[in-house]
């Protein structure tokens, strides 16, 4: 039986994917080198790709709540600010903590760190939705993990070689480290739709997760010659809808011409 929490769990997962496919597409055509140029834009389908698979599968429940028949356009496009339930990491931009709204320089070093800390995570999970008792789900698992090992593959290599590089290149990727980890509280907070999803064998609580994920990173960290910061006590809330300000942004830049073309097929 389709429940709500279930609807707003793949509805989180597509999120996640969407915004930070989103935010990874913003270095095609302005990546550091060519190779990292094409690796992002491929990076970034996937995410999308995925996103695509699971608001289709979120479509079908909706419909099965209430009667209604939306597309993923429906909720790539046509949703508020507050609508969205992704994490709060996937939305920050590549500019680091002081940029703020302004303008600035992309720092690579900010994309790798947050890929690699949600493609750490992913594989884990998606590992475990392979068993999850929504059997489209744990097909779009299956495909999904599959991708992920190579976004992290790519993510790690790039963080190794920052962190055991030039001592600029160790400054930056750890600056970008001590900006995005206090924002992986959120990841791991248990909330009541996650309970309910646990409760009917849909998917695991990431907080389970959590162990496996902390020895990935500090495998990659040790290799990196990188320090994970101090624990802060704050818990982002994008999940729940309560985003930074930079979310308005993206999303008036991801939605501008599907909104002023309401209806349009592409």
């Known amino acids: ?3 709500p929490q279930h609807l707003s769990y793949v509805l989180r ?23 990292e140029d094409i690796a ?24 099965a709540l209430s009667g209604d028949k939306k597309t993923e356009d429906s909720y790539a496009y046509f949703r508020t600010e507050r609508e969205f339930a992704n994490y709060t990491i996937a939305e920050l931009p590549h500019f680091g903590p002081l940029a703020g ?15 690699f800390l949600y493609s750490a995570l992913m594989s884990h999970l998606w590992t475990a939705l392979q068993a999850s008792a ?42 970008a480290l001590d900006y995005l980890m206090p924002y992986t509280r959120e990841l791991f907070a248990t909330d009541a739709v996650e309970a309910a999803i646990a409760a009917a064998g849909i998917g695991p609580l990431a907080a389970d997760l959590e162990p496996a994920w902390q020895a990935d990173v500090a495998a ?47």
């Open 1 to 3: 039986m389709t429940t």
């Open 13 to 35: 997962l597509a999120d996640n994917a969407l915004i930070l496919g989103q935010r990874n597409s913003e270095w095609c055509s302005h990546g550091p080198a060519l190779e």
């Open 40 to 63: 992002l834009t491929n990076i970034s389908l996937d995410l999308i790709g995925q996103a695509r698979l699971l608001y289709s599968h979120a479509a079908t429940l909706d419909e």
């Open 101 to 115: 709204t302004a303008r600035a320089e992309r720092d690579y070093a900010v994309t790798i760190v947050r890929n």
């Open 134 to 175: 929504d059997e489209h789900l744990a097909a779009i698992a299956a495909k999904s993990l599959k991708e992920t090992r190579y976004h992290l593959h790519h993510a790690s290599d790039w963080l190794i070689r920052f962190g055991d590089g030039t001592d600029e290149s160790h400054r930056r990727a750890q600056a």
């Open 220 to 266: 990659t960290l040790a290799q990196a010659t990188l320090k994970a910061p101090a624990e802060v006590e704050h818990i982002t809330t994008g999940k729940h809808g309560e985003h930074s300000e930079h979310m308005g942004y993206l999303l008036a830049e991801m939605q501008s011409l599907a909104r002023q073309h309401p209806g349009a097929t592409w």
